[in-house]
């Protein structure tokens, strides 16, 4: 088998959303399609990617650095064993020829976009879900049959006011999700307080809440949030500090009994070593939200759970960020704890398949060969709109 094409174009996400850091109002992806000479159904096998949202468009290096070298190897060094299927771990090491390590940036973002579409096409020549492939190469051979998804949102807005914050509460528990997320840091610590508790009103079990600082707070304001939000019970504290700042995890470790979650700006498995190693991290409670596209892709997000398991953590303190059905499908195969959702942003390539509704706070796996693209009509008509 061979590659015949790879296509990439960028698509616009943006929205008038803003977290404790960064507005949502330029926001982009990038898309690719990857071609092969396999036919399946009468048609040529397409393996999709994109990356998730919150780091942008990679046109630049997609086009002068990896798709390059992808479009370089020639057939047998990009195939595996049997010849009739990729390699992505092979395909992996040649889309990091020359590149020094450490520095991360965001080049593990335009590997991880190349990485999905590769697996993408890897279960649809095998004809079957991706996560099914992954259970039985990575796994004990059986997948999770529903994974658990959060709703995650609770932005802030132009007009942000607490009703509005109510009312998209309400929305999720109608669309059958259990649990939410919701933002915080981009106000002062009173005025969250006050956020927290109409949100609340809604959903009633804080175990079902979660609080996110997209890693806005030095140690200070971290312990001060930690205090006051210590009595709600809340499902967990999400980057209080910046991400690679493990002295202000391990305080807030120490000072907060309720779970605390990190992990979605770290790009590596280095990266998710130290964070074992110096941030106090503790396997009963803590979530990790490694994300695998924006980091580097499967193949690195593999290293990354070896990494884990070494430090006495399971797959199930994993749930991932994306809130797409490239992680939903790793969630199911791999079994970890759950995954992201955003139902209400990021469209199209948020969310999850069209066959298979969010019952209970629960979603199945389609069965779809692939990840699953083809059973999520906008996806797919945005996709073919930008790489036909």
Request: hydrophobic share 40%; net charge negative.
């Amino acid at each position: 088998m061979k590659i015949t094409d790879i296509r990439e174009a960028r698509a616009s996400i943006a929205s008038p959303i803003a977290n404790a850091y960064i507005d949502f109002s330029k926001m982009d992806v990038s898309v690719v399609a990857i071609h092969t000479d396999v036919i399946r159904d009468g048609e040529p096998v397409v393996g999709y990617g994109f990356n998730s949202n919150g780091r942008y468009a990679q046109q630049g290096l997609l086009r002068d650095r990896f798709i390059p070298r992808l479009r370089d190897a020639t057939a047998e060094m990009i195939v595996d064993e049997t010849g009739e299927n990729l390699d992505p771990f092979r395909i992996w090491e040649i889309l990091m020829q020359n590149e020094k390590p450490g520095g991360h940036g965001e080049r593990s973002v335009a590997v991880g976009v190349l990485d999905m579409a590769v697996w993408d096409v890897v279960a649809k020549i095998e004809a079957r879900p991706l996560a099914q492939v992954l259970a039985e190469r990575f796994g004990d051979g059986s997948t999770d049959a529903r994974v658990a998804v959060y709703a995650a949102g609770g932005y802030y807005y132009p007009d942000d006011d607490l009703e509005r914050l109510r009312e998209e509460m309400r929305g999720y528990l109608t669309l059958g999700y259990t649990a939410t997320k919701m933002k915080i840091g981009g106000v002062p610590l009173a005025d969250d307080l006050r956020r927290i508790d109409a949100a609340l009103e809604v959903i009633e079990k804080p175990e079902c809440l979660a609080v996110d600082a997209n890693g806005r707070f030095d140690e200070a304001t971290t312990l001060a949030y930690a205090r006051g939000m210590e009595h709600y019970g809340l499902r967990w504290f999400e980057e209080a500090g910046d991400p690679l700042d493990y002295e202000i995890q391990k305080a807030l470790g120490k000072a907060y009994s309720g779970a605390t979650a990190t992990g979605e700006n770290l790009f590596s498995h280095q990266d998710v070593r130290n964070l074992m190693r110096y941030a106090g991290m503790r396997a009963d409670r803590d979530i990790l939200q490694m994300d695998p596209v924006l980091s580097y892709g499967l193949v690195e997000y593999l290293r990354m759970l070896d990494e884990l398991r070494a430090a006495g953590f399971s797959t199930r303190n994993c749930i991932p960020h994306g809130g797409h059905q490239f992680a939903l499908n790793i969630a199911a195969g791999l079994k970890l704890g759950g995954n992201e959702s955003y139902p209400r942003v990021f469209a199209p390539f948020g969310g999850f398949a069209d066959s298979t509704p969010i019952e209970d706070g629960h979603v199945r796996i389609p069965d779809v060969p692939g990840i699953g693209f083809e059973d999520k009509a906008a996806l797919m008509d945005t996709l073919r709109a930008h790489l036909d």
